[in-house]
């Protein structure tokens, strides 16, 4: 019976081999500029879908602040998606290639759980509120590194564009930890006597 043999490869091209050299399909090392392409189009699929969940949020309010906020941030959702739309022309970016973000996915899940489960009340407001600053807090992370990635490449005016976006994501966030100070009183209210005791002060280590 005849037998194959086959040289031993050297740990260059056992490693080449691993990585799909041998085969031909060895991917291009992904680069700060891939990086930015898909941080931007995570955000701008987070942006689409909050221009959905937001009028949801919004009329499942009691509180007429919570309302206006929610509305009012609506608004900004469309722009700051029109902005990232400026931004895919700038860099040449094609946005038909656009992953849904899961994270923001799993977020708005997180929101439509509690309007299906809490009645309208100032407790539904305080939960719809720690749901929206959930997002905010995840627009904020997402704008804040773009804007670092803009800056470390080079690209100044986008930057600087993105940067007004964060601002405005910081914004709604303080806005909404004012509005939650009230409605958590309200709720707090509303909650008295039912079932809690309250915490005694003890030391914690
Ligand atoms: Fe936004």
């Known amino acids: 019976m005849a037998t194959t043999q086959t040289k031993p490869k ?6 080449a081999a691993k990585s799909g050299a041998a085969t031909g399909s060895q991917k291009e090392p992904k680069t700060l500029h891939d990086l930015l392409e898909e941080a931007l189009k995570d ?16 009329k499942a309010c009691e509180s007429e602040d919570l309302q206006d906020a929610f509305t009012n941030h609506l608004q900004q959702t469309k722009r700051h998606a029109e902005r990232l739309e400026k931004v895919f022309n700038r860099l040449g970016i094609d946005k038909s290639e656009i992953e849904t973000c899961k994270a923001m996915q799993g977020l708005i899940a997180e929101a439509k759980k509690i309007m299906e489960e809490f009645e309208e009340s100032p407790v539904r407001d305080s939960a719809l509120i720690i749901a929206a600053q959930k997002v905010e807090h995840y627009e904020i992370a997402s704008y804040g590194s773009i804007c670092e990635l803009c800056d470390v490449l080079g690209h100044r005016k986008t930057g600087e564009l993105l940067g007004r976006t964060l601002d405005e994501e910081e914004e709604t966030d303080e806005l909404l930890t004012d509005i939650a100070q009230e409605i958590n009183d309200e709720a707090c209210d509303m909650s008295e006597g039912q079932g809690e005791e309250e915490e005694e002060d003890e030391d914690e280590t």
Request: proline fraction near 9%; aromatic fraction near 4%; avoid cysteine.
């Open 10 to 15: 050297t740990p260059a091209k056992q490693a």
């Open 43 to 58: 955000i701008y699929s987070a942006e689409m879908q909050l221009t959905e969940a937001l009028p949801l949020m919004a």
